[in-house]
């Protein structure tokens, strides 16, 4: 059964990664950066102000931010370490298949050695589950955010540094730590300030 998945993960990498070209190594380059993130927080900070006081929208972005790095904590110090799975372009076997943004000659991006679970994507995710339901004003923000922690997912695997299987753990791990801290560790709190 493991067999049968880890052919079914590789499948998927190798067809994501093999549907390249220069201009979309560029564009997932940049969705893969974390340089980007500053102008998704500005666009949240401004949401949640178009709704909320500067005392409520401080505190909600204070706690997503507490969530995230929570989140980055976990799936790097308890998951990556612990499983110590080889990401796809460290990986003996299916490195030598695998296409890499080049970031300079001779230099490609391979990322860290491990790669079980995919921080990008439970980082994100993560955000997605705690932060959404501030947003409901603005749902069109409901979906362009959904539509970005996806994008950001699809990079790491296009970019050859996780298996789709890592990106998909990293979301269900980032949505349940979001979901969690939203719903039972900072309801209360959240609360006192509406």
């Not at 749902?139 to 955010?145: C, D, G, H, K």
């Amino acid at each position: 059964m493991i067999e049968f998945l880890q052919r079914i993960d590789n499948g998927l990498l190798l067809r994501i990664n093999h549907f390249n070209a220069p201009w979309l190594d560029q564009c997932m380059w940049i969705l893969s950066s974390k340089l980007i993130n500053f102008p998704l927080a500005f666009c949240i900070i401004l949401l949640l102000k178009s709704q909320f006081s500067w005392k409520k929208t401080s505190l909600i972005f204070l706690l997503a931010l507490v969530v995230v790095s929570l989140t980055d904590v976990i799936s790097t110090q308890l998951f990556k370490d612990y499983f110590e799975r080889l990401r796809p372009s460290h990986d003996p076997i299916v490195h030598h298949y695998l296409h890499f943004y080049m970031i300079g000659p001779n230099n490609p991006y391979l990322g860290g050695q491990y790669g079980f679970v995919s921080s990008h994507a439970a980082n994100l995710a993560a955000l997605f589950a705690f932060i959404f339901p501030y947003l409901k004003k603005y749902t069109y923000s409901i979906y362009a955010l959904g539509i970005y922690v996806f994008l950001v997912a699809y990079s790491r695997v296009y970019l050859g540094v996780h298996f789709p299987s890592d990106v998909l753990c990293g979301a269900l791990l980032g949505l349940a730590i979001g979901w969690l801290f939203r719903r039972h560790l900072f309801a209360q709190l959240l609360q006192k300030w509406d």
